[in-house]
């Protein structure tokens, strides 16, 4: 097959990705910049200078996502380490729970931790029932309750790709640092764990990129207390509606989550080479 | 101009509508875009439902119905939706946005309405209330001071996540009456809300949500639509104090001249107090004819926004200081929810 015709058989894909996508996306990035009958501005830009408070949204945002990514670590880390130990028949099971969730619509999902957490939920009445506690823990309407929902939707993203890297890990290498008389932890964090450093940090930035854009799970599970920029971006688009401030913000946002990306690719490259 | 004067002299309207409605094609089906829930579905029976059956016009109804969804439909050039629901405040907006058209009153020729009702450019067809309500078996709040004192009053609080829902009640709480709430004092509000926000367990952004957290008992006071509590016997609730509103039908800018002749007919419908009457069956807001509170039943009074009883406790919404103040107080609002 020749590059040309090969080029014709994704072509309809690269058309429907800059119609479709590519060009309102650099609609939206415009808005900020462009005024109907006025011309080039700068002035959305500035009243974002002048008014930090959407900054600072986006601060918290950063903030939530990196919680929620460490969680997501301490969690998932141990079940995909515990899933390679598995028979492959255990490993499938294991593999279909954690998939299984993908299968539930995220906002039924997310409701459904009301029934788990809340004041009359089952974790607090346990907790009543074998006297812990005495009153009801508030586990929802703050940031835990916004942690918990964005780490449970998101744990198959870290936890996939991270397995996948684990079982290709090659037993005998394990093997071989045992019997030079490496005792297990430094087989751990001398061989095992830079091994799966690679599928670790992309699963992790992957979790992080997701975290900046949650919408449901703030507005559901934070009780509006926990200010993202994802309801920000709502409340500018629907209801006031400044999109061109949105715009602005929606840009800046996208800058940083590239400048990370970035960051990330330098790394990964360093750490390949 | 010379359309609007026909308005006052209301023996000749009948006959002017019966020529404007033959003179034009019509169209037979419209779009409306509402803002949903129960509110639509009385739309459906009390408009919609008759206006088919006297002209066989058909109205479809989608919903919510965002400003931002509003300005993306006239931006992109769309006809296809006629009407659309508008809050008091936001039809301001939309004006000024040049979003919305003005209103053939001629060619409505409604029944007789309240006068804040029949604006230039929207046909206000729904009065609502937003009012103090709690969890039957509470202490009792009268009015918004004892409703924010937290000490004598205890139990969590659901708050709207809206400062123009949220900042008439605190000032009430800091002593200002209903009749002095604007120009709003928007930092003394503010100071208030700071000392309660420990005590609000939720700020709510869907109508639904209130009423479901008292219920499972996450909170035990809130700020919410009377239509959402009235009439339920778990809960208790208080119109002093609250603020009624106004919901307009407006018609999209750009809508074609066909549409338009079905959507005044619409309208015509909407002032009819019979009509009116059989929306508030399935939803406890009021339409906006004074001869509405005859037809409705007796023992259900106290629950409508307009009623004798209700009407005098209440605040009516100032859209036109939102109008010039919401984004400069919106900005100070985010900064007051990071602060939480």
């Known amino acids: ?273 | 101009m010379k359309r609007r004067t026909f308005v006052g002299g209301a023996a000749a309207l009948p006959a002017m509508s019966l020529l404007s409605g033959t003179a034009r094609a019509q169209s037979k089906e419209i779009r409306m875009i509402e803002s949903g829930g129960a509110s639509g579905e009385s739309i459906q029976k009390g408009y919609i439902d008759p206006l088919f059956q006297k002209t066989g016009i058909k109205v479809v109804r989608e919903s919510p119905s965002s400003l931002g969804k509003l300005r993306a439909l006239v931006e992109s050039g769309q006809t296809s939706t006629t009407l659309f629901e508008l809050g008091s405040g936001v039809v301001l907006q939309a004006k000024k946005l040049g979003l919305i058209e003005k209103v053939d009153w001629a060619a409505v020729s409604p029944a007789a309405m309240f006068p804040e009702a029949k604006d230039e450019y929207g046909f206000g067809y729904q009065y609502f209330s937003t009012i103090m309500a709690w969890r039957k078996g509470v202490k009792e709040p009268k009015n918004f001071t004892e409703f924010f004192d937290t000490k004598a009053f205890p139990g969590k609080r659901c708050l709207p996540d809206y400062p123009h829902y949220c900042l008439p009640f605190a000032l009430q709480a800091a002593g200002v009456p209903i009749d002095k709430l604007f120009p709003l004092d928007v930092d003394t509000a503010f100071k208030k809300l700071n000392e309660i926000k420990k005590d609000v367990a939720v700020w709510w952004k869907a109508g639904a949500q209130p009423p479901q957290l008292m219920k499972d008992n996450e909170v035990q006071y809130s700020i919410c639509w009377s239509g959402r509590v009235v009439g339920d016997p778990a809960f208790g609730l208080s119109f002093a104090g609250g603020k009624a509103d106004l919901s307009f039908i407006c018609v999209v800018k750009g809508s074609k001249p066909d549409d338009k002749a079905a959507a005044w007919k619409l309208m015509h419908e909407m002032s009819l107090p019979e009509n009116q009457a059989k929306a508030a069956e399935v939803i406890s807001y009021t339409g906006p004819s004074p001869d509405l509170d005859a037809l409705l039943p007796k023992d259900k009074l106290w629950q409508f926004p307009t009623s004798k009883q209700n009407k005098d406790v209440q605040y009516f919404e100032n859209a036109q200081w939102w109008a010039d103040n919401g984004e400069a107080v919106n900005k100070k609002w985010e900064a007051f929810k990071l602060s939480l």
């Open chain 1, 1 to 273: 097959m020749t590059r040309s015709s090969g080029f014709s058989f994704i072509a309809p894909l690269l058309v429907l990705m800059v119609v479709a996508f590519n060009a309102p996306i650099v609609y939206m990035l415009g808005l900020a910049f462009w005024e109907k009958g006025r011309g080039f501005t700068l002035e959305h830009y500035e009243g974002l200078a002048e008014a930090p408070v959407y900054l600072r949204v986006l601060g918290n945002t950063m903030r939530i996502a990196l919680i929620a990514t460490l969680a997501n670590i301490v969690i998932g880390y141990p079940l995909a380490h515990w899933m390679r130990g598995l028979g492959s028949r255990g490993r499938m099971i294991a593999i279909a729970l954690v998939v299984l969730p993908f299968w539930v619509s995220i906002l039924v999902r997310t409701y459904a931790w009301i029934v788990v957490l809340g004041n009359g939920g089952i974790v607090n009445r346990a907790l009543q029932w074998s006297g812990l506690t005495d009153a009801p823990v508030s586990f929802l309407y703050n940031e835990l309750g916004v942690t918990i929902g964005m780490a449970n939707v998101l744990l198959p993203f870290l936890v996939l790709p991270l397995f996948a890297a684990m079982i290709r890990i090659d037993d005998r290498l394990l093997q071989a640092a045992a019997s030079l008389g490496a005792p297990p932890r430094t087989i751990f964090w001398k061989v095992y764990f830079p091994l799966t450093l690679p599928a670790l940090a992309a699963g992790a930035l992957l979790v992080f990129i997701l975290c900046l854009g949650f919408y449901v799970t703030p507005a559901i599970l934070g009780g509006g207390r926990v200010p993202m920029i994802s309801n920000l971006l709502d409340t500018l688009i629907n209801q006031i509606p400044r999109w061109e401030q949105a715009s602005a913000i929606s840009t800046i946002l996208l800058i940083v989550t590239l400048l990370i990306f970035a960051a990330y690719r330098r790394l990964d490259r360093k750490a390949s080479a």
